[in-house]
């Protein structure tokens, strides 16, 4: 008589719980793993395990191995089993965003007559983890939690000034507001309350006279043409003044919070002779790591973005060469200031593609760029290809120790009926885990969803409103109306 032995089991109860983990991860695929758990408690009890579903996740790419690896300290997952949550969570997000399945949340109304709205929320805002604050032309900040998951859809209104508010940051409870030539700290209690930590002078009376970095907990901010910077660390408000070097004028600041690399400051120079340089400065141990002379970006018109990715830096300028044809000069720099290469892109209407192509001044540096993604090896863009013709381009980015290769995978082009709005062109907002792409249309009613692997349509989004920006954190997507922001709309994939 043949007796049914359940080998799992047994191998776990022989203390060879590691085979079992390890034949797991080798050869069972996560779909098959989850109709496991459903056998029995006893193989649930196995399979909801940590270190199966770390691997799991680290397989299907929903966590960078290297990353966590790196700074396992900074891991906000959590570290038991809810590593297998976490994994189905995604999972599902990434069929959502695919299929089209998502739910449309507003900001409610502060009033109750819509006359009533007189105040202009149109300058400033900024977006983190799923919390909204919005800055106002009279001095008013707004902050939106919106209703994620059947939570309760608040908002809330707090008068801090009577200036108009030229830039909002906010990280967990602290928000900073730039305002009147001052910079402000705040911590928010549940949203209801408000308390001022910090008041702090930054030397200038407008924002256009200041750059300003802000990332995680940590503010760096100089007066354009200075020798000075300002450090201050938003939780503890701490700050410190100090120089790089006492021939190098400030131009632009960039903090960069790419997971291999720590207090890592890129900071644009001129010096006496208007020579531009980049610096990358160590600003917790104040120590100049490299510093790399960019004469192809000099002069004091030249617009310059820095974009921060996980292999290095991005840099972009504008340049005319002959008969007036507009160039953007793209430079690729490793974390330590090498040059890894260079590329000349034409551009059609003579802007950064890397920019930010509204007139909203956002917290998050992350958040700036209108019409361009760099993640993952892979750069994309969007621009006016025409007055009446828009384009979207996918490339493939191959770093090398000392060279770098673009390649296109795909290239499409959209009619676009706006052609009054020729420094505009398509926004978009790229994800390449959930592997679409969303992009705006000529008709204001509709976003287009599209393959991010090929460029082919997947469906459309109807909206009612113009779409000047968008951005997509974990499974959230924000529209913004530049005109109003109170009009803005999320997209919640995550249903």
């Known amino acids: 008589m043949f007796q049914c032995i359940d080998l799992m089991c047994e191998l776990v109860n022989y203390g060879l719980s590691d085979v079992v983990e390890d034949l797991v991860i080798r050869y069972i695929d996560a779909t098959t793993i989850l109709k496991m758990c459903q056998v029995s408690k006893s193989w649930r009890c196995i399979l ?17 191995e290297k990353n966590y690896t790196n700074n396992n300290k900074e891991q906000t997952l959590p570290m038991l089993c809810d590593w297998g949550i976490y994994f189905r ?35 400033c805002m900024d977006f983190h983890n799923g919390k909204i604050v919005f800055g106002s032309e009279n001095g008013s900040i707004l902050l939106w939690k919106p209703g994620y998951n059947g939570g309760m859809n608040y908002s809330k209104k707090f008068n801090i000034g009577s200036s108009k508010i030229e830039k909002v940051y906010i990280n967990g409870n602290l928000i900073a507001v730039f305002e009147s030539g001052r910079m402000l700290i705040y911590d928010i209690e549940d949203f209801n309350t408000i308390n001022l930590l910090l008041v702090l002078d930054t030397g200038v009376a407008c924002l256009d006279g200041l750059s300003v970095s802000l990332e995680a907990d940590l503010c760096v901010f100089s007066v354009m043409g200075s020798k000075n910077l300002t450090k201050c ?13 006492k021939d190098f004028k400030v131009n ?25 340089s980049l610096l990358f400065y160590d600003i917790e141990k104040h120590i100049l790591i490299s510093k790399y002379s960019a004469p192809e970006f000099n002069g004091p018109l030249v617009p310059i973005s820095i974009t921060c990715h996980e292999n290095g830096v991005f840099i972009e300028g504008c340049m005319t060469a002959e008969e007036d044809i507009k160039m953007n000069m793209w430079v690729f720099l490793n974390f330590e200031g090498g040059k890894i290469g260079s590329y000349i892109y034409e551009s059609k209407l003579g802007t950064l593609v890397s920019g930010n192509k509204t007139g909203i001044v956002f917290g998050h540096g992350s958040l700036e760029s209108s019409s361009f993604s760099l993640e993952n090896n892979l750069l994309i863009l969007a621009e006016g290809e025409s007055r009446k013709m828009d384009s979207i381009a996918k490339y493939q980015v191959e770093i090398f120790e000392d060279a ?21 062109g398509p926004a978009i907002a790229s994800s390449s885990f959930n592997e679409i792409i ?16 090929t460029g082919g349509k997947k469906y459309n989004i109807p909206i009612d409103m113009f779409v000047d920006h968008m951005a997509i954190q974990d499974g959230v997507v924000l529209l913004i109306n530049a005109n109003n922001m109170l009009l803005s709309v999320i997209l919640d994939f995550d249903i």
Not at 54 to 63: A, E
Not at 236 to 243: G, H, R, V, W
């Open 48 to 64: 909801n395990n940590s270190y199966i579903w770390r691997k799991i996740s680290f397989r299907y790419g929903i966590v960078i």
């Open 89 to 123: 969570r995604r999972v599902k997000r990434k069929r959502n965003f695919q299929n089209g399945k998502y739910r449309k949340r507003f900001l409610p109304s502060l009033y109750e007559n819509i006359f009533e709205e007189t105040e202009s929320f149109s300058s």
């Open 233 to 245: 660390v938003l939780s503890n408000c701490a700050q410190e003044t100090f120089c790089i070097h």
């Open 252 to 276: 632009k600041l960039k903090l960069c919070t790419e997971k291999d690399v720590k207090n890592l400051l890129l900071v644009l120079v001129s010096d006496e002779l208007s020579d531009t």
């Open 404 to 424: 770098v290769k673009l390649e296109r995978d795909w290239m499409n082009t959209y009619q676009n009926s706006d052609y009054y709005m020729t420094d505009r």
């Open 438 to 453: 969303i992009k705006t249309s000529s008709n204001k009613h509709l976003l287009e969803v599209m393959d991010h692997s």
